[in-house]
Nanobody, 115 residues
Framework: QVQLVESGGGLVQPGGSLRLSCAAS????????MAWYRQATGKQRELVAE???????NYADSVKGRFTISRDNAKNTLYLQMNSLKPEDTAVYHC?????????WGQGTQVTVSS
């Protein structure tokens, strides 16, 4: 059984930074990609950033130049460095692990950007 546990969320002022982490545990093989999604209140879940098995990265237009996705394969951990945060970044951020045989989701971590 695979588990994903996110951490690092919280309350931050506009312009501030946060670093999210997603620790994966269990038997993991056949990774296609890992990603961060977010869901704001009353809105659909959207892709924020993803990193493929080969290391290629993709970002939502709204976060390009501000967010950076990375991973530590030795620690089975995914990160999201978020800089220059805006109120519209407020959401629950979920980690996603896309394996060849199924997809896993973390429970999410709340990020609130407010003065």
């Amino acid at each position: 059984q695979v588990q994903l546990v996110e951490s690092g969320g919280g309350l931050v002022q506009p312009g501030g930074s946060l670093r999210l982490s997603c620790a994966a545990s269990g038997t993991i093989f056949g990774i296609n990609a890992m990603a961060w999604y977010r869901q704001a209140t009353g809105k659909q879940r959207e892709l924020v950033a993803e990193i493929t098995r080969g290391g290629s990265t993709n970002y939502a237009d709204s976060v390009k130049g501000r967010f950076t996705i990375s991973r530590d394969n030795a620690k089975n951990t995914l990160y999201l460095q978020m800089n220059s945060l805006k109120p519209e970044d407020t959401a629950v951020y979920h980690c996603n692990l896309d394996l060849s045989y199924r997809t896993y989701w973390g429970q999410g971590t709340q990020v609130t950007v407010s003065s």
